[in-house]
Nanobody, 124 residues
Framework: QVQLVESGGGSVQAGGSLRLSCGVSGLALDSYVMAWFRQAPGREREFVAWRSRSGYITRYADSVQGRFTISRDYAQNTIYLQMNSLKPEDTAIYYC?????????????????WGQGTQVTVSS
């Protein structure tokens, strides 16, 4: 059974940092594209970042480029999202996702498995 469990969310002031974790069980990280999405109240779930199966390729949404970093730890079977220089508009529930194959990797339909989400709140 595949499980993705996010943690690390919380409240922070603008300019601060958070690191989100996604503990993965039931699948091998080197066999799946791993991604982070987010959903703010009243808005559609949107792409944040993905990392290829090999780990050599990453892609970020323009809104987070240069501020967020997706990484993974094979030993811990965990995906991370380091978020720096946070802004109030980064406030959302953040979701981890896994895909066996992707098209662009930036849409929800590309992904097979999802976590339950973790709340990030950035105050001004």
């Amino acid at each position: 059974q595949v499980q993705l469990v996010e943690s690390g969310g919380g409240s922070v002031q603008a300019g601060g940092s958070l690191r989100l974790s996604c503990g993965v069980s039931g699948l091998a990280l080197d066999s799946y594209v791993m991604a982070w999405f987010r959903q703010a109240p009243g808005r559609e779930r949107e792409f944040v970042a993905w990392r290829s199966r090999s780990g050599y390729i990453t892609r970020y949404a323009d809104s987070v480029q240069g501020r967020f970093t997706i990484s993974r730890d094979y030993a811990q079977n965990t995906i991370y999202l380091q978020m720096n220089s946070l802004k109030p508009e980064d406030t959302a529930i953040y979701y981890c996702a896994a895909a066996r194959e992707i098209n662009t990797g930036t849409t929800r339909r590309d992904y097979d498995y999802w976590g339950q989400g973790t709340q990030v709140t950035v105050s001004s």
